[in-house]
């Protein structure tokens, strides 16, 4: 089996880090696949870049020449997701949506720690949006930007766990999700200082992936993901990209 | 007052169409500019479409040479409005927020008559989204592709006047928007079929447009809708569109 | 246009107040009508002095010897605003709808600072049933009584603004309404402390009503806002008064 | 124990015959003191009346001469139960809400099958600001006005029970109540059609308002129900009412 | 009339305890039988406790040698309502819902004050389950297990207030709810403390249930709560409790 | 590894089939064990058989003689889900929420297709009280009680698929999950009809125990399913059983 890992910015470093981490969770005979969007932002942080990554995600994928499985869109809460599952029949897979469902199963409540306060309300939409608001304790930001994570991992480290503790003792969660593609490897630490499981999205999205593809279910084609009508698109893809 | 209108897909009569409409509306000293997408579908119905969309809408308001007060994004049920809002200081109004806004204040409930049924679940989500779902009374489809608007007017508005209808009566809406840019002057025919309000997306964004430009407010900067850090942007704008 | 904008007490100084505030936001051509009710309290904090004031506005309104456009009722958190629909075919109002409804389009949450604690419930009460509870972020109070507002002018700035500030730190409100009639006027000051935009609720409802008007739009007359069956009405309206 | 039943409209007979349904429930040492408000509307069907009525209300209950330990408000789906529980610090209960409250112990999901369709809404607004509304299964109409149930007894209890009965099977609907005080006495006919617990408001009222009592429970007065602040009341009562 | 009021633990002091808090709450006239479960923990404090307890219950009730009114489950935020109420014909009432419900009728929103941190969610799901959340300001701990309000009882009235009088200030609660069958007896001094109404919910379940039985209303069997349909149930009940 | 899998009712040949089905869906190293409890009806469909089994099921678990890596409750719409996460430190999956979480990565909205109409209301408050009932579009029953499917496989297959067609076509869901253990098998036929994805609970949830097992996740132990108490429990396990 074959899955596409896609990164939703344009840092090659944290494409590497993500492939590598999904590749962990991969069962044998799992081939992961990371890919680099061919354009956007080097790390997204709030609608705009979250926008152009979607578009970029779906060329990614549209265009790999290989077939595959299934995909994962590696990128917490951003947008897009909807529109990978037109264009395509097997499974799609977002990491916040991942993290959330996998995190029910462990305790009543569970809350996100992510990078910047921004980002928090494009979590809770995405999240709301996915129907596994419900039970969302919280989302937290620690405050750092994505790049900082690669850069001080120590401080990433800190900053993260104190924003899980203060969500378990605060806002009575009792599963902790690591809100963003870049933390992953942070988990040990989280669940050290908490006491409580910590959910990362990317390992999380590998093995629902893989059971989707396992028990042969793919993407509904009835109403909201049925496949885009043929019609005149003008301009797209771009040429130089 | 200058007030960009951005039509949502490539077809140039849309978005004259949608010029007019909105031109009729504005006030004495406003000025209404209609804007076509640089790339893009010539018609958006459905998620793929209308990320796309999203992204070619910021390109045309990022790339517009001159000077303007606010953006109205002429799509019925589209992504995109928080990225223009984090792009922009002047007001952003999207039309199908726009519409729901001003039922509201006609009638206890709304419903939506929109295209085609895969549009429903877009439509419903940006009204959950934007926290104007809760008097919503349904989102009901006329089974017309856009494009079919233009072609044969009679026919479209046969069926969504029918739609209309049964949403006053099976589902007790109150009052009825009219979920399509292209649906602009249609209302009329609505109106003598149901004996209700009907409302415009268009029309009504030019008049909350003007208004917020009249009353001096901006959208906030402080969280969701702060301005994208400066960051390296790889490959974005493609050069040849 | 002729717009009636009711003042919910009986203290014809803040009837003043309203009514200039109104004047400055509406457009060329558009009179404002300012009205006292003919009885109740000097000043509305809570429900039977609300319930009181809502039929004293539909008293003055139904009694107003000349033609008119559109009534603003010009209290914030009052009973009475669906009572006026159905008496009316013109457009009806509401400051405090007027205010939540423009604030959603200027950030993702907005906060209301009212006068007193007990207030708080009535305004919660009334968003809610508007359908725009969605994105309110919090309901504060500043303490200090309606009339205080005009006595010392300088506290009441300073309680309100720091419950902006505070609704904006800790409830993360993006946008703040300003909640009370007599409110009118201190919205620079908020702005400057807070950061965020300010709403007030009397221009906004002079915009929202002339924005009606001139799209030709009426209450809904199908069911809720239905006119008043014709029957017999003991005793009323009061002679004396 | 005593307790006043007041009834929302001016119509002496529907006084009396609430005034009897109510004295049938209560229990030996409770006398039950009927009341009719002294202005408004021969029924109550709608907003404005239902406004009227809150006032009128209150003005026979503040000014009634002796001493009571508790009221009921004889109206469904009606404005000014808040008010009443400022003015007074016995219990107050309001039917509407006396009856869904009972019919919660008896059944997962209950329906109210009222008079006109236009009250519909009130009934859903007053039990949603309740906090009744989440196992409300649907509010139903009869279409017969008010004074009819007292005209033509029989059509009204076909026209109820049909309605009823579509509750139990469309709605699932477990438990009816009866959404009118001038229903009393139908109970019978209902149970008899639909086989499912039928619950008067008026009786159910009457057995709560006892318990509370007999607990000795009266209304809070911290916040939302805090007697009104000490302040002029221009005009009012009226003199010649 | 004879209530059968269930304790869901096994210790016969507190059952005992319970009885008589009920018995003083009954009217001239009704006969109220404390029981014992004949299985199950000493104190209930979780869902594996509560699970058992919920058909220790059954059992209780369903073997009862006498005939019997209805029946009074004595336990906050116990498993097993819906169970008895298929198995019976008479009104089943839980102190949990029964202390909301009433508290509900005196303010606008309520806080339920119970022992252990892990009992918190339990009464959480059974006021949401049972449509009684929407009011429910907070469920608050005390962090006092269930036996230890008889062996310290003033500790346990000093910990009970502290958090009686926080969720009045903090979260705005206007009533309170003691949450726990072994706190009848605290109330006054909550009330004390708090000045706003307390309710027990024991004492509320007698007034509800006896009431209920004098309007002749018993459990709806359309549905949800229809007898179990007849079946082999193997090994039960277990020969030798 | 080794998962329990254990069967609601105490009929062997469906512990059987659930244990043949999963097998079925296990991964290579995988032992699934199938349990049926040790006391309880022959078939659950109701609250007081639900809460029998839901001990019973606790029972066979507790006294397992060999240890185990996950459990999975097979049995739709069951209580007790959440004593078993007290009871265990290894993952518990419920089939009710593995088919609802699986099937929301397969289309907007799902609807689950049960046996009888008792059984509905039981599955709601499962699905509600996990957090997934935002997106569940209908819970349908065919009419047949749970052990008929063992009996008229042919004429269960027509009822459930003629159910599964009108829940796309009425209810506008998108995926379907077939609401009880013993539809295992089914899919296929259902598939056929409806053209949209069919999730079995059974083999969703083998495929998430696995996957939690394999990411090193086990249940939180912070508060809601924190080890019960050490303390008395009277009278259990009974001897007999």
Chains 1, 2, 3, 4, 5, 6 share one sequence.
Request: with cysteine; net charge negative.
């Amino acid at each position: 089996m074959r899955i596409l890992v896609v990164n939703v910015n344009t840092t090659q470093s944290m494409t590497d880090s993500i492939g590598e981490q999904a590749a962990g969770a991969a069962s044998p005979g799992t081939e992961i696949v990371p890919l680099t969007p061919p354009f956007g932002a080097e790390s997204v942080e709030g609608n705009y870049e979250s926008y152009l990554a979607a578009v970029a995600v779906m060329e990614a994928v549209r265009t790999h020449p290989d077939p595959f499985d299934a995909v994962i869109q590696a990128g917490y809460g951003e947008h897009g997701r909807e529109g990978l599952q037109e264009l395509l029949d097997v499974p799609v897979v977002d990491i916040t949506e991942a993290a959330a469902s996998t995190a029910q199963f462990l305790g009543r409540t569970y809350s996100v720690v992510t990078t910047l306060d921004r980002t928090v309300p494009l979590i809770e939409e995405r999240l709301q949006a996915a129907g596994l608001g419900a039970r969302c304790a919280s989302v937290r930001a620690s405050g750092l930007p994505v790049l900082e994570l690669e850069r001080d991992a120590r401080a990433a480290v800190d900053a993260i766990a104190e924003q899980a503790a203060r969500a378990v003792e605060e806002d009575r969660a009792e599963v902790i999700c690591l809100g963003c593609g870049g933390m992953s490897g942070l988990a040990e630490r989280v669940v050290e200082r908490t006491g409580v499981p910590v959910v990362d999205g990317v390992t999380a999205a590998v093995t629902i992936a893989e059971s989707l593809v396992r028990l042969g279910l793919t993407t509904s084609k009835v109403r909201t993901y049925a496949s885009p009508r043929p019609k005149r698109i003008l301009n797209w893809p771009p040429r130089a990209s």
